[in-house]
């Protein structure tokens, strides 16, 4: 991992607390990103340096808000955005990474071996097929679906009182206006992700 320094000042820009060895397993999981996609084309972003903003430092952005909850499902996690950086950053978490393609779970499932975390789960299905024993605390996507449908699809996988979180680039109006009617947005806060010159916000969806 070269970016290492790169790395670190983000996470401090972010204001997020991780030991060197919870930087070290982003770090791995980058290098394994990376390689992977020279043959399993898992991500449109090929240069490690950019992947630090685009896929580390912008996963991250969704640790300060998930508290609340333990069992956290990242739909269409594809290389493991946001969910495999969250399920570093937050070991106390238990993490599914959901994804309907086998390449990018069979990766998932890989990187998972190779660094070691036991507290993420690999699981290849169309999550409207989904059907776990226990229900989700939180439910995150980038990059899946108009948030509307986002939430239509994964309705029967949130626990009582649970609460999905959305990454979404710019301010999402047409979308928040078109959520089913028994939802609604209880926050919508702007994300600065450090080296990302783009906006990025943070949609919190409760059912009403
Ligand atoms: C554009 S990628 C985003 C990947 C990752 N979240 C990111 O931000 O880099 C969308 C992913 O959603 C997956 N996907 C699309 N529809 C799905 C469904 N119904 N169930 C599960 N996964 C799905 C695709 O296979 C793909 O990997």
């Known amino acids: 991992m070269t ?14 607390d991780l030991t ?23 991500t449109a972003v ?9 896929h580390l430092l ?30 570093i950053a937050r070991p106390d978490l238990s993490v599914v990474v959901l994804d309907a393609n086998h390449k990018k779970t069979t990766f998932l499932r890989q990187a998972v071996i190779e660094l ?13 097929l989904y059907r776990p024993d226990t229900p989700f605390d939180r ?11 986002f939430v239509s699809l994964t309705r029967h996988l949130l626990a009582p009182g649970g609460q999905w979180l959305a990454m979404k680039g710019v301010y999402p109006y047409e979308e928040i206006a078109s959520l089913p009617e028994d939802t609604r947005a209880s926050e919508v806060l702007g994300v600065g992700v450090p080296g990302l010159d783009a ?3 943070l949609v919190r969806v409760v059912p009403r």
């Not at 970016?3 to 997020?16: D, V």
């Not at 090929?46 to 685009?54: G, I, L, N």
């Not at 991250?60 to 495999?84: A, E, F, N, Q």
């Open 3 to 16: 970016h290492i320094a790169e790395l670190n000042r983000g996470i401090e820009q972010l204001g997020i």
């Open 20 to 42: 060197g060895g919870q930087t070290a397993l982003l770090g791995g999981y980058l290098s394994l990103l990376a390689k992977w996609n020279q043959t399993y084309n898992l």
């Open 46 to 54: 090929r240069e490690e340096a950019r992947m630090v903003s685009y």
């Open 58 to 87: 912008d996963s991250l952005t969704l640790v300060p808000h998930l508290d609340g909850g333990t069992r956290l499902l990242d739909v269409g996690s594809g290389g493991g955005m946001p969910g495999i950086p969250a399920a």
């Open 116 to 128: 070691k975390l036991v507290n993420v789960e690999v699981i290849t299905s169309r999550v409207e």
């Open 139 to 149: 439910i995150t996507s980038r990059a899946f679906a108009e948030l509307g449908e």
């Open 199 to 201: 906006e990025r916000h």
